[in-house]
């Protein structure tokens, strides 16, 4: 492709902006502390990568509860050399955020925000990603997307109303309503207590005959449902929800409760549908993305895992403080293939690549 003199300035331009589009050495999807973590590596081994996000900085841990602790202390979130510092033993949900936005401004770490990866083409050496404002190409790819943008639907009539939520802030706008909380796990304790504290009338609904919490949560929850303070239905399923009441399945028979808002704290999920679309293959079971646990190599080669998003439906397992050496292994994995030289050398044209920019 050239330059051709006869067309006008904005078709040079178009054209000049193809030529100079540059292949980085990798592309990381998502700029949570697993992608952040993996381009610090990147950086420290004097490679060039971009972090691209769909919405903004860490945007996962920016929309977890606003009186939100974490249960690591602060040396457990930390990434790459840079220290964080928390008033108390677990740093607060503010803490992290900010901890994360100076790590970022000082590494100068280069993110694309509100930026969406749609689709992965391309071969290893020459990648080219379409996103919601262009192309971007690189020699190797690292998803980093997490888990926490694809809720786990209760699959029932009237999940989709607005009175209905799988991510909770803060309970001040419950208080003086009717409140339904699915879930046995952790955050189903933590929310219905906020909210009961803060004088909202809190059912809790749980499928299961018992909860599996941290002990601290359980006995908080416990205390409230001796007071009355908080309603259990056990061995219990919402059926549907209507704008007024929700249906429950009860082991005394179906049952339907006045009710305001619905949370829906039934957990989340990595998005298979981007994998698979993108040609990253899943266990045989569709529970997990398949990788290679040395390299973090995923089924599809030069693509790459880090962070959450390996768990697949068990999210439990990863962490932010087992996630964040994922980027040494990947480079140990680049490395041990191709010399970094290498992986930093010219790349043959992929003629879909014109293609794609159209
Ligand atoms: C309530 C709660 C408390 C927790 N407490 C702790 C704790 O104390 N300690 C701990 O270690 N862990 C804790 N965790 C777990 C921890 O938050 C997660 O493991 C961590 O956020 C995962 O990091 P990640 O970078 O893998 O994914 P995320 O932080 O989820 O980042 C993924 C990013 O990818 C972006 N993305 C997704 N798809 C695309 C796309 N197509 N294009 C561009 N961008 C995309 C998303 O917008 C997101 O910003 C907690 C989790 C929860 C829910």
Redesign the pocket.
Known sequence: MSIDYTKNSRENARINAKILMSLRDAVI???????LACALEFQKNEADAVV????CL????YR??DQ?R???SAS??EIGDFRMHAEGNQPTRGEAIRYYREVVSQARLDIRQR???LSIDGVPGNFHLRTSRGTVRARQVVV??????SPNLLGVPGESLPKVAHYYRDAHPYFGSDVVVIGGRN?AGIVAVELADAGARVTLVHRGDRFGMKPAIRAALEARIASQQIQVLMRSRVTAIHQFFVAVDTPRGEREIANDFVFAMTGYHA?FE?LTRNGIPLSPCGDRPIYDPETLESGRPGVYF????MAGVYTHE??????RHHGAKIMAGISSKSKLGEMCGAAAPDPRLDAALG
Request: proline share 4%; charged share 15%.
């Open positions: 999807i998502g700029a949570g502390p697993a992608g691209v996000e769909k919405d860490t945007s996962t841990v977890f509860p939100m974490f249960f690591s457990g979130l930026e969406t990866v980093a997307t997490g888990y926490y943008g955050s998005d981007f880090a962070g959450a998003v990863i962490a932010i403080e087992s996630s």
